[in-house]
């Protein structure tokens, strides 16, 4: 069941969506070669207690930190760890949920790490413009499907892939809510899209293949063939104006 939150709804996720925007700003601040992925969870932790909040990920279905730390060819749910620093030219994924008066945000963002090269650049972009592309098809009495399809269509013409096994989610209560939210398919389909829905859109965007696998630790999505993947969220809204970005 899709729930319609209320004005009053809405704005407590707002105010858990900038919980996690901030949260974002301090950690991209800290990425820089050599710096821990445990570190950036820290940092993370840290600001989000501060904000008397709590974080979204540490602890759901046993996931042991704060964000998910996603390097290169790992696609999301990327553990941190004091063993695994980052190095020029390196990515890395960012994904981080705040809980505040009982609502969830959830946000990701994929940042470079010094100096990367062209093609690395170039998916950062297309996957980032991706989310803006089906954000703005989330409007209301679209179809769900049309966000998907405008997230898909964007990214194969840039010549790269979207992954297919993880998918976006509704957002509010929970973490992950009905319905969830394809970033591939055809336009059209799905439930009609209405004031009060809240979604977390996310392309995830390989440079080759869409195929992934799990590793050994459970949790971390990698790429099958090994080449960098990109990812990028917002927590968003539907309302009469149009889409409320509310983790911006």
């Not at 650049?121 to 413009?129: A, C, F, G, N």
Request: aromatic residues 6%; glycine residues 8%; negative net charge.
């Amino acid at each position: 069941m899709i729930i319609i939150k209320s004005e009053r709804e809405l704005n407590y996720l707002y105010d858990a969506g900038q919980v996690v925007a901030k949260a974002h700003k301090e950690v991209a601040k800290a990425v820089a070669p050599g710096v821990t992925t445990l570190e950036l969870d820290r940092i993370a932790e840290e600001f989000i207690l501060s904000c008397q909040a709590k974080p979204a990920f540490k602890g759901y279905h046993g996931f042991p930190a704060s964000i998910c730390a996603s390097v290169n060819e790992e696609v999301v749910h990327g553990i941190p760890s004091s063993l695994r620093q980052v190095k020029s030219g390196d990515i890395i994924s960012i994904d981080i949920g705040a809980i505040i008066n009982g609502y969830v945000g959830d946000a990701a963002v994929t940042l470079p790490v010094g100096e990367i090269d062209a093609e690395a650049q170039r998916l950062l972009e297309v996957t980032e413009k991706s989310l803006y592309e089906g954000i703005e098809k989330a409007v209301v009495d679209n179809r769900l499907s049309d966000i998907s399809h405008a997230i898909q269509t964007y990214v194969e013409n840039n010549k790269f892939s979207v992954v297919r096994d993880f998918v976006g989610h509704g957002i509010g209560r929970n973490m992950h809510e009905e319905p969830q939210v394809p970033n591939f398919g055809l336009p059209g389909r799905g439930p009609r899209l209405k004031a009060g829905m809240t979604l977390a859109i996310e392309p995830m965007v390989n440079m080759g293949t869409y195929e992934v696998e799990t590793l050994a630790d459970n949790w971390t999505v990698v790429t099958k063939d090994r080449k960098l993947s990109a990812h990028f969220e917002h927590s968003i809204a539907i309302t009469d104006k149009g889409p409320w970005i509310l983790t911006k």
